[in-house]
């Protein structure tokens, strides 16, 4: 988080450069000059340069330098060094009471390329017995620009590595709503690296290593506790000497827990260059309910559901390849497993990719709903990096293509019951998804289908062709008995076209048919004579022993949709007593139907009326009345084959 303002070390010093043969006299005077210049550095106290850096400081931003002793050299790498002993450097006039850096030991190298041009490379930052207070204003405006303290455009200064020995710090950055305060100690005990708990005594006992990198030691203690948008976090860990930041290539161990409101994060293992993470091999853990306080505290945007969840899984990361392996997710009653691997390509040099292969044994989809307040707002901006002076491109939109395949045992928690046996592929491409193919087992028998979404635009267009082959009924009504009043399979495809940003949008834009039909059908004797509207043989039904079947013949619902309304172009059932034939329409957007059913009895009957029945009102309750049949809204008779 201080990755641009404080930076590690120079003493893993880089691979010294081939010097060119000087032929020619002119190159060899050249050459002897740099000698010289480089011996003169070697040897320069610059002490008596401490009024002159005072007066162009205060001179600038109007703040106080102090130190005692200022020396400027060369490190084995022959990088520029600069030392300085008991610095103190005056804060901005707006930010904390309190010194800018107080530190005992301030050392850092620079690069050679720090001399031209306007940006200043610190390979190595190391700080002894040191505080800080970092303050970044939301308009950019910072504390420690010294020479262009009202300078809010990008970072000059990057700090490559850091080696910060019992160092304090306080972070303040309002343009992403930080606010932490950090702690190092060292060296660090044996048994608090383990447990990541230490308070930082010494200890004799031999450093602490991860099993995995026995080369990378654990030696210093971190603390860290602070809020970001108003989540508040605390984290304990436990690294290496150095921290690396920028361009080193070197790694550094890591082991810590974090902490954010009920969820927490545990990870172990090496990363390199933290600010850009070139690198990364890391077990993680997360725990907890909502995980997305963890995420916000790591600046990502990530919508989580609220329940109580466990996730854990590797991580690796090089260059722009990203991996996951051995993911295991627990979330409420449902289970996740599988791998993940991302290959990022930069703006302007190809479309990145997500591939995974996941499967479960259990899905519930109320475990996996989000909460409305945990979703990104459409439209909202991806939060800032968090580091200072950074910059980094992280937040840029980037071109993705996506192939998921999925294996579920059961999904839970749906209208029309479980589905099991579940299978699909996803792939996007150009802002088009296709789900295709997609199979699944319900109520006893089979569903496939395919699933077009272009989101591309907004708002996003849907397109679903959907079919259902010897579906029991009797499952999807929930009814544990043969005896319930429809038995029988049933067989229905779904073609549907539609567009919108919510359910209710898509619901009245819906477009498309419903065609279904039941097979090896059998309905109550009782609904069979109200039906028919035969009060005869409903009374006999009623006083007598009840329970027979009376089987369907024949059955057809078609209906035909435009702008969300359902025209019932058929609408038919026929037993070997009566059959009914109906009209009417049903509003997926108002969630209301109204339809007329005319029954013809086969047979002479007793206590009949000659009426229609009326079916009207909300879809999930409507209204039965009986009105007089009228010759012109009879349906079209029933036709068998229809769900084909």
Request: glycine share 10%; with cysteine; aromatic share 4%.
């Amino acid at each position: 988080m201080i990755a641009h303002v404080m930076t590690p070390n120079a003493d893993h010093a880089p691979i010294p450069p081939r010097w060119p043969r000087f032929r020619s006299r002119r190159s060899r005077a050249a050459l002897g000059a740099v000698l010289l210049l480089a011996a003169f550095i070697a040897a320069f106290d610059g002490t008596w340069l401490r009024p002159l850096i005072q007066h162009h400081i205060h001179e600038r931003s109007g703040r106080r330098i102090d130190f005692d002793e200022l020396h400027i050299g060369l490190n084995r790498a022959l990088q520029p060094t600069v030392r300085l002993r008991n610095l103190v450097v005056q804060n901005a006039p707006w930010a904390a009471p309190r010194p800018l850096v107080r530190a005992a030991v301030f050392d850092f190298t620079l690069s050679w390329d720090s001399l031209r041009g306007d940006h200043v490379i610190v390979t190595r930052l190391t700080a002894v017995d040191a505080e800080f207070d970092l303050e970044r204003q939301a308009d950019g405006l910072r504390n420690w620009r010294l020479t262009r303290p009202d300078d809010r455009g990008p970072g000059r200064v990057r700090v490559m590595s850091l080696d910060a020995r019992n160092a304090r710090a306080r972070v303040v950055d309002r343009s992403i709503g930080l606010e932490l305060e950090l702690a190092t100690t060292t060296p660090l005990a044996s048994s608090a690296a383990s447990a990541v708990v230490s308070s930082g005594a010494s200890s004799d006992a031999p450093p602490v290593t991860l099993p995995a990198h026995p080369d990378l030691p654990l030696t210093r203690h971190i603390t860290l506790r602070g809020t970001r948008d108003g989540t508040a976090f605390d984290a304990r860990l436990a690294v290496g000497n150095v921290l690396t930041f920028f361009d080193t290539g070197q790694p550094f161990a890591l082991r810590g827990e974090l902490r954010a409101g009920p969820a927490r994060a545990q990870f172990e293992g090496v990363l390199t260059d933290l600010a850009q993470l070139a690198r990364a091999d890391l077990d993680l853990r997360l725990a907890g309910s909502r995980l997305t306080d963890i995420a916000g505290v790591l600046g990502l945007r990530v919508a989580a559901p609220a329940g109580a969840a466990e996730v854990s899984g590797h991580l690796t990361k090089d260059g722009e390849r990203w991996a996951v392996s051995k993911l295991q997710a627990k979330i409420g009653r449902s289970d996740l497993a599988g791998d993940l691997q991302f290959d990022r390509k930069p703006p302007g040099e190809g479309r990145s990719m997500l591939r995974a292969a996941l499967t479960s044994g259990r899905l519930n989809v109320a475990d996996l709903r989000v909460p409305a307040s945990a979703a990104p707002k459409p439209g909202a901006a991806a939060p800032r990096a968090s580091h200072f002076d950074a910059d980094a491109d992280a937040n840029i939109d980037i071109d993705i293509d996506i192939d998921i395949d999925l294996e579920v045992g059961a999904v839970d928690g749906l209208p029309l019951g479980s589905l099991t046996q579940v299978s699909a592929h996803a792939a996007l491409r150009d802002g088009r998804w296709v789900v295709d193919p997609a199979a699944f087992a319900l109520g006893g028998g089979r569903g496939s289908g395919t699933l077009v979404a272009e989101t591309a635009a907004a708002p996003a267009t849907y397109a679903l062709d959907l079919r259902l082959r010897g579906v029991q009924v009797e499952q999807l009504a929930r009814a544990s008995s043969r005896l319930g009043p429809l038995a029988g399979r049933l067989d229905a495809r779904i073609v549907m076209r539609s567009r919108g940003d919510s359910f209710a949008s898509l619901a009245s834009a819906a477009s498309g048919t419903l065609n279904a039909e039941l097979s090896h059908a059998t309905i109550s004797e009782s609904l069979d004579a109200k039906l028919g509207l035969d009060g005869g043989r409903l009374l006999r039904t009623v006083f007598g022993a009840g329970g027979e079947r009376t089987p369907v013949t024949c059955s057809a619902l078609d209906l035909r949709f435009a702008s969300g309304r359902g025209r019932a172009h058929r609408l038919a059932l026929e037993t070997p007593r009566v059959a009914l034939s109906g009209i009417g329409w049903v509003d997926l957007g108002g969630g209301t139907l109204d339809l007329v059913l005319t029954p013809r009895r086969k047979q002479s009957a007793l206590l009949a009326l000659d009426r229609a029945l009326q079916f009207s009102g909300a879809l999930e309750a409507p209204k039965v009345t009986l009105i007089a049949t009228d010759p012109t809204r009879a349906g079209q008779p029933c036709v068998a084959g229809s769900a084909q």
